[in-house]
């Protein structure tokens, strides 16, 4: 089968190319779709006319794409048949380094899934997240505070990264003056081998110094005779998380790590972003700072920092028609299910006062929920809250750079300014 698309260049007309070029070599998974924001009219054309649709990708082999919101809900929901175990492949597209596997609880199912997940919730239980919301407060106002007014900087840098990576370091209690290890490390596991400086063995390499150095962290955790409230603390001490092997271990902190990080950092971006595209919008929010969390449900939605997750089919089974074998890898498009014009009305535009922003699939359904979802929102809110507090507005110079791939669907630079 041919390669679906060409390299996306400014005179291509996919709107054009999704809706004539033949149906079986539609692939959505083309990372150059992703990196020039031009995946939409694909995926429209899927929910369409193969909402669950055999694809090929040169990287990933055959996969069905599952595009419309309530199959995805349906393969999402049902995990005794569609697996997430890194034993059946995982959660990604990629099987990963055929050498360097990474188990981790998103990766398991029942009960090991469970047990695990149940070690870490804890931390992002409603009494925590509470106590936090100081913190979270005043570090982004510092942050903010910070800004110069008047001349061009990069939004991803200096505020996105900056405040998930200080979220993620106090949750692992990880020394603060380290922390932007955190962003490498994160950057290093959702990367493809290709796109890594030294390829696939430098990737090895930066993600085995990221296990050596929580492994000094656990062993002074493990024997500190007063436990903390933190991350690795709570794997020291959980039943069916304390005898991990290493690569248990990196698996589960790679988790964590990607997991609060990228998902906040790239809809803190997109907010700045879609305010921008939507100036409307903006003007209500000014008009109405009460609409800030739903704008953070709106924004999650718009977004969709993860762009799929994949399942394993234990049997054979029908959905919607389409006969899928055991054995056969499924992605769950939750960036296309987001976009399902049979549940959000116009669903290309951001709308802040959106009645049911809040059925977004990005956190996923049914028992692999997104464990830090209610963090994350908080941490979006507070963020605007701080803003509208200070500027009049944030002036996004230029189309911002997204990050390669069709996993994280993200942004690596945006310039932005704020009026003098």
Not at 74 to 89: I, K, P, Q, R, Y
Not at 252 to 269: E, K, Y
Not at 352 to 359: L, Q, T
Request: net charge negative; glycine share 6%.
């Amino acid at each position: 089968m041919s390669q679906a698309v060409a390299e996306p260049q400014a005179d291509i007309d996919h709107t054009k190319r999704a809706w004539s070029m033949p149906l079986e070599d539609i692939n959505p998974a083309d990372k150059r779709l992703f990196e020039a924001d031009a995946i939409w009219p694909y995926f429209e054309r899927l929910r369409k006319e193969s909402p669950v649709h055999k694809s090929y990708d040169e990287e990933f082999g055959a996969f069905w794409s599952v595009t419309r919101y309530e199959d995805i809900m349906a393969v999402d929901t049902n995990h005794h048949v569609f697996s997430s175990d890194w034993t059946h492949g995982g959660i990604t597209l990629s099987d990963g380094l055929e050498d360097f596997q990474l188990p981790m609880f998103i990766a398991m199912d029942p009960p090991k899934h469970d047990e695990q997940r149940k070690t870490v919730q804890p931390i992002v239980a409603p009494a925590n997240l509470k106590n936090w919301e100081g913190l979270i407060r005043e570090r982004t106002g510092k942050v903010l505070d910070s800004l110069p007014r008047g001349e061009t900087f990069d939004w991803v840098d200096k505020v996105s990264i900056e405040l998930t990576t200080m979220m993620l370091a106090t949750l692992f209690d990880f020394p603060f003056e380290d922390r932007r290890k955190l962003t490498f490390w994160s950057d290093m596991a959702t990367t493809a081998s290709e796109d890594v400086e030294g390829g696939e063995e430098a990737q090895k390499a930066h993600l085995l110094e990221c296990l050596e150095y929580f492994t000094r962290l656990w062993n002074e955790r493990v024997n500190s005779e007063t436990p903390g409230n933190d991350l690795i603390t709570m794997l020291t001490r959980g039943e069916s998380t304390k005898n991990m092997d290493p690569m248990e271990y990196l698996g589960n902190i790679v988790l964590l790590i990607v997991g609060g990080n990228d998902t906040t950092r790239n809809s803190m971006t997109a907010s700045v972003y879609a305010l921008n595209k939507f100036p409307a919008e903006y003007d209500k929010l000014i008009a109405n700072p009460d609409l800030i969390p739903n704008l953070s449900s709106e924004i999650i939605r718009w977004q969709t920092p993860l762009a799929h997750m994949r399942r394993t089919a234990l049997e054979d089974i029908e959905l919607n028609g389409a006969q899928i074998k055991k054995g056969d890898k499924v992605a769950m498009w939750y960036v296309s299910g987001n976009r399902d014009t049979e549940v959000f009305e116009n669903p290309d535009e951001v709308i802040i006062d959106r009645a049911n922003a809040r059925r977004q699939m990005s956190f996923g359904y049914g028992i692999h929920r997104c464990v830090g979802n209610r963090l994350g929102e908080l941490q979006i809110k507070i963020l605007w809250e701080e803003i509208l507090k200070r500027f009049p507005k944030i002036e996004v110079m230029a189309e911002p750079t997204r990050s390669s791939g069709c996993f994280v669907k993200g942004y690596t630079y945006m310039p932005v300014r704020i009026p003098a």
